[in-house]
């Protein structure tokens, strides 16, 4: 793994940081700062709603005792918990219709997708996508992440398997309109060109594919790197300069893929890495780095890489606010199957100065 680059922030020790539970900026001399606050075990991916000024959080809970799971409703100024909305089953990915007000959970453990009207927290329908039943030999599709075309009023959800696929599901009725096989081994990357009708997914066999969102067919797949070892996890785009950027779990690199001839432009050295985000306003790249316990900030014109921020423990996934200043990182606590975390997890904020 190559030197991480040099950053401005002061090192503070992770028990320092992560035993802080209230809202204060640490890094008052820097670019940045950074504020921290526990919310629920099992924290997952995120939601920003402009229009009800809130910031939704998916967490699963806890393994043992908890039989569903919990849509938290933040407060992005300052974190604070304002609603809490249950879920009978575990809520793990999460996207929003920002149009109708639609929240979609995406029940990884169900196999399903559940819809919940994000004014009012109520339950609209779950679907079943797979019902295939689990045995030691047999595994149902995995939901892992959920994008939507607004304009379509329709929500794309990968499903994570030996030969994975992708759920096409209507919106406003969530019911099932089609799906797309033979996607390749654990799928697990996807994003949305919602105005240039194309989606984009990764999986482990180290393949970029495009699908015609208005066909439901693949146009192409290609693979990215037949050297080393590869797991290609997420991704992110900046539409406006068809790019996308693409994380990778097994070699410490970000990929800068060209989405019109899926050739890559680039690699960026930075840890092994997990979640990836675009901010057109910033131009910048956001890449989280679970096993490291780090956030890159990269300039997305000479791809540099800005800032190395801590997040002590586990940073999982990132959303971002509409004016681009504020970016959210759900940071998970150490643990296993077997003995699980005692602390929540918690939801960092980087405000840009």
Not at 25 to 37: G, H, I, Q, W
Not at 125 to 151: F, G, I, N, S, Y
Not at 314 to 322: E, G, T
Not at 330 to 346: A, C, L, N
Request: no cysteine; aromatic share 6%.
């Amino acid at each position: 793994m190559p030197a991480l680059p040099q950053t401005r922030l002061r090192v503070l020790p992770a028990l320092m940081l992560s035993s802080l539970l209230f809202s204060t900026s640490l890094f008052a001399d820097t670019s940045f700062t950074v504020e921290r606050k526990p919310v629920g075990k099992g924290a997952y991916e995120m939601a920003y709603s402009a229009d009800q000024s809130a910031l939704y959080v998916a967490t699963s809970q806890s393994r043992k005792t908890d039989k569903g799971g919990v849509v938290y409703r933040l407060d992005p100024a300052t974190l604070e918990v304002t609603q809490a909305i249950h879920n009978n089953l575990k809520p793990f990915g999460v996207a929003l219709n920002k149009t109708t007000g639609t929240l979609f959970l995406g029940n990884t453990t169900s196999s399903a997708v559940t819809a919940i009207n994000s004014k009012t927290g109520d339950v609209i329908k779950t679907l079943v996508v797979d019902e295939t039943k689990r045995t030691e030999t047999t595994r149902p599709l995995m939901p892992r992440q959920l994008v939507v075309d607004e304009a379509t009023n329709t929500l794309y959800m990968g499903g994570l398997g030996e030969s994975s696929v992708l759920w096409v599901i209507d919106g406003g009725t969530l019911t099932l309109r089609d799906t797309i096989k033979d996607l390749g081994k654990m799928a697990t990357g996807l994003a949305i060109d919602a105005k240039a009708s194309r989606i984009y997914m990764t999986n482990a066999d180290n393949e970029f594919i495009v699908i015609d969102s208005k066909t439901d067919k693949v146009v192409s797949r290609t693979k990215l790197d037949t050297e080393g070892e590869h797991f290609y996890l997420n991704i992110a785009l900046d539409a406006a300069n068809n790019r996308a950027f693409v994380s990778d779990s097994k070699t410490p690199q970000l990929l800068v893929v060209d989405t019109k001839t899926s050739k890559v432009l680039n690699k960026v050295d930075v840890p092994l890495g997990l979640d990836v985000l675009f901010n057109p306003v910033r131009n910048e790249i956001y890449v989280t780095h679970r096993k490291a316990g780090k956030v890159s900030v990269i300039d997305a014109k000479s791809y540099k890489v800005l800032e190395t921020i801590d997040t002590p423990a586990l940073p999982n996934s990132l959303a971002l606010s509409p004016d681009g200043q504020q970016l959210y990182v759900s940071v998970k606590q150490p643990g296993s199957r077997e003995k699980e975390p005692t602390s929540p997890d918690d939801i960092v904020r980087i405000s840009f100065k």
